[in-house]
């Protein structure tokens, strides 16, 4: 693989990005050329070097069709949330003390950094850090949606203890089971604002 180094210091990688591209181009083509619609409707794939056509349901592998599980899953169609709004007092952590900044540009309460993760076996966890800007004691209230594909799966309010003047907690948010597919977390101050 050849590469020059240019003077900003970016490497520029010349040949072998030519090289990607016109085989992507290539493939792309090929698939569109041998995919067609049937005279009744469905999807067939025109195997070019075999002649072969293939129907969705009668692909597989080894000769042998492919079980439902080990079928492609699509996010998009599951059709699940759970019912009504659950409510979590979690475990916290004290991380550290911040300048008091409260005022006009600066809310009471502050979350940022909501991480979401998967604990495997068990639960989505949403890791965040809750911030108390103000020189009053506050025991904030949050809301959490995790949701998939744009669509809410789980709403959470946290109901997190007391917090401090100038006080900074790492808070841990439990979602739903890891066998839903979740792929957003969005996390707001619901009281005090």
């Given amino acids: 693989m050849e590469t020059a180094r240019r003077p900003t210091g970016l490497l520029v990688v010349g040949s072998v990005f030519a ?3 016109a085989a992507a181009a290539a493939m792309a083509q090929t698939s ?3 995919a067609a619609l049937s005279p009744n409707g469905t999807v067939e794939f025109r195997d070019q070097t075999t002649g072969k056509t293939w129907t969705p349901s009668e692909v597989s592998q080894d000769g042998k069709p492919i079980s439902a599980e080990d079928r492609a899953f699509d996010a998009r ?3 699940t949330m759970t019912d009504g709004v659950v ?3 979690p475990y916290m952590h004290l991380l550290g003390l911040v300048p008091i900044t409260a005022g006009p540009n600066m809310p009471v309460v502050s979350i940022d950094h909501p991480v979401l ?3 495997p076996g068990r639960r989505w966890l949403t890791a965040l850090y809750v911030t108390n800007n103000s020189i009053d004691v506050v025991q904030p209230v949050l809301g959490c949606q995790v949701s998939n594909a744009g ?3 789980e709403e959470t309010r946290v109901m997190v203890p007391t917090i401090g003047s100038g006080e900074r907690w790492g808070v841990s948010v439990y979602g739903p089971t890891t066998d839903v597919f979740v792929d ?3 996390c707001r101050v619901i009281a005090p604002t």
């Fill in 32 to 34: 569109v050329q041998s």
């Fill in 184 to 186: 957003r977390v969005t």
């Fill in 77 to 79: 169609a599951q059709a």
């Fill in 19 to 21: 090289f990607a591209v």
């Fill in 87 to 89: 409510v979590q007092r």
């Fill in 151 to 153: 669509r809410v799966v």
């Fill in 117 to 119: 993760q998967a604990v």
